[in-house]
């Protein structure tokens, strides 16, 4: 095939199409009233602009969060060593991709596995393994 002609498939091109409607929705918005997922832009609204916008529960509560409250501190560790990830992953952000993982040190300093993935809002949720 020469790089001038055209292919024409009259195959379904989106995933409804192929797959139809869905038969069941659960969204981070309905996660973060469950208490599955925490919005990072509750804290900050500027944080709007970033990569991230989710976080989950099971995750903060591995040294993120004290008696119900966030650690600002730790949190933008968190953050930080995330973009570490995804930066590396996408060399410099030039490759682009819906998942990733990688390792970071929590609080206390062990060693976790995270996944980072794109979610509906065309942002990443930030996750434990176990969580995906």
């Not at 599955?36 to 099971?58: E, M």
């Amino acid at each position: 095939m020469s790089p001038t002609q055209k292919i024409s498939s009259n195959q379904p091109n989106t995933q409804e199409e192929f797959y139809g409607k869905p038969v069941f929705e659960y969204t981070s918005d309905q996660a973060v009233v469950d208490g599955i997922l925490f919005d990072l832009t509750q804290l900050n609204p500027a944080w709007k602009k970033g990569l991230f916008n989710y976080v989950t529960v099971n995750l903060l509560n591995r040294g993120y969060m004290y008696q119900d409250k966030i650690s600002i501190p730790n949190l933008l560790d968190l953050l930080n060593q995330a973009n570490q990830i995804v930066r590396r992953e996408t060399k410099g952000f030039t490759v682009f991709d819906s998942f990733f993982d990688g390792s970071i040190e929590l609080p206390d300093g062990d060693q976790q596995k995270i996944f980072i993935c794109w979610n509906e809002t065309g942002k990443f949720t930030i996750m434990l393994p176990e969580d995906y």
